[in-house]
């Protein structure tokens, strides 16, 4: 099933590219919703503030500063490994526009099967509890009327 890049918010963090025009204008034209964060902080606000599915950025090892952005998004002291991280992909530079598009777009199509999956999961929950209830009212229904019933026991030896 194709994805609607319309569908999607991807945030951009632009101080991290070295040229991030070419990276806003091949999405754009892909018709992908854009935010764009032009620093760290400003990448940290809108990621609590709208919550885009996917996060772009230029990852360059001998610059600290993006490396410290990853932390912040996960959590972690270091990275030890980029692909310890979930569902990230990569690009080398330099890039071509329709692999970027292809690459967003599958990481797109995994996000996507994962809401999925997470909703399956609590309809499934759902539904479990429910057969739950009813079954404890079935049982709590047929024990009353058992209960009530005396049992005269008869001796063979009388």
């Known amino acids: 099933?194709?994805?609607?890049?319309?569908?999607?918010?991807?945030?951009?963090?632009?101080?991290?590219?070295?040229?991030?025009?070419?990276?806003?204008?091949?999405?754009?034209?892909?018709?992908?919703?854009?935010?764009?964060?032009?620093?760290?902080?400003?990448?940290?606000?809108?990621?609590?503030?709208?919550?885009?599915?996917?996060?772009?950025?230029?990852?360059d090892k001998s610059v600290r500063q993006e490396n410290t952005i990853l932390q912040d998004f996960k959590s972690e002291n270091h990275i030890p490994e980029c692909l310890n991280y979930d569902n990230i992909d990569f690009i080398t530079k330099?890039?071509?526009?329709?692999?970027?598009?292809?690459?967003?777009?599958?990481?797109?199509?995994?996000?996507?099967?994962?809401?999925?999956?997470?909703?399956?999961?609590?309809?499934?929950k759902k539904s479990l509890e429910a057969r739950d209830k009813l079954y404890s009212i079935i049982a709590h229904d047929l024990r009353a009327p058992i209960g009530t019933i005396n049992f005269k026991v008869i001796r063979d030896d009388q």
């Open 94 to 124: 330099p890039f071509r526009p329709q692999e970027l598009v292809i690459r967003v777009q599958h990481q797109l199509s995994l996000l996507r099967a994962e809401r999925v999956i997470r909703r399956q999961n609590e309809k499934l």
């Open 1 to 59: 099933m194709p994805i609607n890049n319309c569908q999607y918010t991807l945030l951009v963090i632009t101080s991290s590219f070295s040229d991030p025009e070419k990276i806003l204008k091949t999405l754009r034209e892909a018709d992908f919703m854009l935010l764009e964060a032009s620093n760290q902080q400003e990448a940290i606000q809108r990621i609590r503030t709208t919550s885009p599915d996917l996060i772009l950025l230029d990852i």
